[in-house]
């Protein structure tokens, strides 16, 4: 049981869609990794793929997919809306099945000297994968973007991890990391009024009090006069699906309002549903590996 | 998309491992198919191999484990304590995930029309895919067993669906039919209460009055001092697990006993347990194909 990971890479180009072909050819034509979608935005002049599969298969399919970055995109041309720092501009690998984060830490390693060493581009460590405090953040790494890295890398603070302390000049620098999946997920309720959902939000949410892993917002839904609590879930293993619905009910209850439905938006893990399940059904000595599709793909 | 179905296949050979290695050998090494368990039953003296993949595949690695079987089993020299009519004794196919039973329906056609003109094996198609109500039930079409179809087979009622009205000397006669995904589900009370047990369980099951696809008795869990409600849950898209689960909490308020959990046994199909996600989350427009695991193995 291999396990799986998914992958989602940056690439800084976004225009010359032949160029971005060429590089998601190389995630696409890879034996053994599933390329689950890709999008291209021209304003921000940038690219994300999202792939998955067996996790040294990831790892090697995102170096090639780095390499062929480093050799078709020039960093010193580069236009765009959105901050960026290299040709690759930032690599996360995410725990999905019988992986722990852990493992993830460890593939970024890897992939990141892997692309220090043979490609010869400065790499930066980041979120579950930082070496240092102040490098978690990845829009702290990338601060000053691939113009300022020049000087920037000068300093201590921001030797790379791997590579060299030198900005590749086509290439930039490139950030590689861990980080958990993030589940969107929207509880709807039988009210229009948005302070309701936003008061509930303020006490699900980890900022003012609520769950460790939750960021929630009230949304109001134009057209339904309803209004729903709109929230990403970014580690469903430890703050769960469940208990932010539950959650959400309770707060609701005060002010007479009810739950009127859920929705995930766009992918979920298997298993952020079936601790769910399991929760509600109070099943016991429950094992991932009974599922049958489970057994079928290992 | 093509869909998985499960298949499990049993063969009248449980004392000649060689024997049931070889035939096994058929399915493990079909590519495209996945072998999830067999076990064999020396006072049976029968094989159960279980095993799931690809319609078109399942099908085909079906007939050529059939086809081995009937090259190595001689029914008239066969004895054993289960019932038995043939080499391959009985083929069900079984929805799970993408595939309709209706469509497994087709895929048992298609294999007993092989397995009856390539094989000259006669055969009779059973459960979900019988033509006749009469051949419905397996252990109708087995009554008589091998020995008996002899003169069984000369009953017009009994004229098989495909292949020879005459018994394959070496081979019998083999069933072929769709069934679907049983899962063993059971519920534990705060009871050593049997005759609670069983008086939820009489107010759940089909027979007496409860659920249409769901068998249900009492069992005393020994040396814990409590009682489950064991269920085989024979059509969970139609009486789901959370059906029967918040039931048996119902019945069991009558006596002031609670639900302290609940346990799947063996394997359980995804869907079931999302399906429990999606009820008491209140999920609305959820498809399977949001699941990630799935998008990945499509």
Redesign the interface.
């Known amino acids: 049981m291999p396990g799986?990971i998914?992958c989602v890479p940056n690439f800084s180009e976004g225009r010359d869609l032949q160029v971005v072909e060429q590089i998601v050819d190389e995630i696409r034509n890879f034996q053994g990794v599933?390329l689950?979608d890709y999008s291209v935005d021209a304003d921000h002049n940038r690219a994300v793929v999202t792939f998955?599969?067996e996790p040294e298969k990831v790892v090697e399919a995102a170096f090639n997919a780095a390499r062929k970055a480093a050799g078709l995109i020039d960093m010193s041309k580069h236009k765009g809306g959105h901050p960026r720092m290299g040709a690759t501009d930032v690599i996360p690998f995410i725990p999905?099945?019988e992986v722990t984060m852990e493992e993830c830490v460890r593939y970024s390693r890897e992939l990141g000297r892997r692309i220090g060493e043979e490609l010869g581009i400065p790499v930066y460590l980041y979120e579950e994968a930082a070496t240092q405090p102040h490098r978690k953040n990845l829009s702290a790494i990338r601060k000053g973007e691939y113009e300022g890295f020049f000087e920037k890398i000068k300093d201590e603070a921001w030797k790379p991890d791997f590579g060299p302390a030198e900005v590749h000049p086509k290439a930039g620098v490139t950030a590689v990391g861990a980080r958990s999946?993030l589940v969107a997920y929207n509880v709807?309720l039988d009210t229009g009024d948005i302070e309701i959902a936003n008061a509930i939000a303020k006490r699900v949410r980890h900022i003012s009090g609520g769950l460790r892993y939750v960021k929630a917002m009230g949304v109001m839904l134009e057209g339904k006069n309803r209004v729903q609590v709109s929230m990403n879930m970014v580690d469903f293993q430890k703050s769960a699906?469940?208990t932010a619905?539950e959650l959400i009910r309770i707060e609701a209850g005060r002010y007479g309002v009810n739950?009127?439905?859920?929705?995930?938006v766009?992918?979920?893990?298997?298993e952020a549903?079936?601790d769910?399940?399991?929760y509600?059904?109070?099943?016991?000595?429950?094992s991932m590996d009974?599922?049958?599709?489970?057994?079928?793909?290992?």
């Open positions: 799986i998914e599933k689950l998955a599969g999905i099945s999946f709807e699906l469940y619905f739950v009127v439905g859920s929705e995930i766009g992918l979920v893990p298997m549903l079936m769910c399940a399991a509600y059904l109070r099943l016991k000595d429950f009974q599922v049958l599709e489970k057994r079928i793909h290992e």
